[in-house]
């Protein structure tokens, strides 16, 4: 099993902070957003060597930082998203992954949970996430990637979910045991004969589709998924706004048990 951290974008709306450096690399209390990733997913049992980086723009530089890793380029970063990112590593999902959004912060204990989930496909998941939207005025919860489950198992996953009715957010941290990958290959293919070059869901094409979208698809095809909670060990780091508030939402987020 590989980790897979997912990190070709800019990150636009850090705005110069990205002028040199892609969005991973943004110092977040005092270093860079993918060292916390590699710390959490070292906890999980991956070793740098283990994991596979998506990169695309400045990659140099994150090769230069970090050779102990295995990179995929994603040339086409411009013009696709997380899903297309991802499927750039379709090389090494077969034996089954763990996925990580590559401008967050989690801690060991959430990474650990997803990894070692007995599920097939396992979310990620902050049951605490509202809290960190009061004073988010660049990235409201509509914009959250929520879930809704019954007891563990997901049974809705959109953006557009009421807050109410979610059980939390995703927080960009999957597992898919080698089956739970190959049923995630086999939906993107299927997904792509019907949709690529045109709208796909949420009014997004496929070719800008989130793996939000793709999950969300399996979920309505009756794909078994669950989650793996954290409780407020999680943080998206997306506009200068978030970033002035790092600090003090990490300082808030509930001890790990």
């Avoid at 979310?123 to 960190?132: M, P, Y």
Wanted: proline share 4%.
């Amino acid at each position: 099993m590989r980790a897979i951290v997912i990190g070709a974008g800019r990150g636009s709306r850090l705005q110069h902070k990205t002028d040199e450096i892609p969005k991973t690399l943004v110092p977040v209390m005092g270093r860079p957003m993918l060292e916390w990733i590699l710390e959490a997913l070292a906890e999980a049992g991956f070793a740098r060597q283990d994991v596979v980086f998506i990169a695309g723009y400045r990659a140099e530089v994150v090769r230069a930082r970090y050779p102990e890793l295995t990179y995929v380029i994603n040339s086409s970063w411009e013009q696709n998203n997380i899903l297309g990112s991802l499927m750039c590593a379709r090389e090494h999902l077969s034996g089954g992954f763990v996925a990580s959004y590559a401008d967050i912060i989690y801690d060991g204990p959430a990474a650990t949970r997803v990894a070692t989930s007995p599920h097939d496909l396992c979310l990620g998941c902050d049951t605490d996430w509202r809290r960190r939207y009061l004073d988010r005025s660049q990235h409201p919860e509509t914009d959250a990637e929520k879930l809704r489950a019954e007891g563990t198992r997901v049974v809705q996953l959109s953006r557009t979910l009421d807050s109410e009715q979610a059980s939390g957010e995703f927080i960009g941290v999957m597992k898919a045991s080698a089956a739970g990958a190959d049923r995630l290959t086999r939906a993107y293919d299927e997904a792509a004969a019907r949709f690529a070059g045109g709208p796909y869901r949420e009014g997004r094409s496929f070719e800008r589709a989130y793996l939000l979208d793709l999950l969300a698809d399996m979920l309505e095809q009756g794909v078994e998924m669950h989650r793996a909670d954290t409780h407020g060990a999680y943080m998206e780091i997306d506009t200068l706004e978030d970033h002035a508030c790092a600090e003090r939402w990490w300082q808030g987020r509930t001890a790990a048990p």
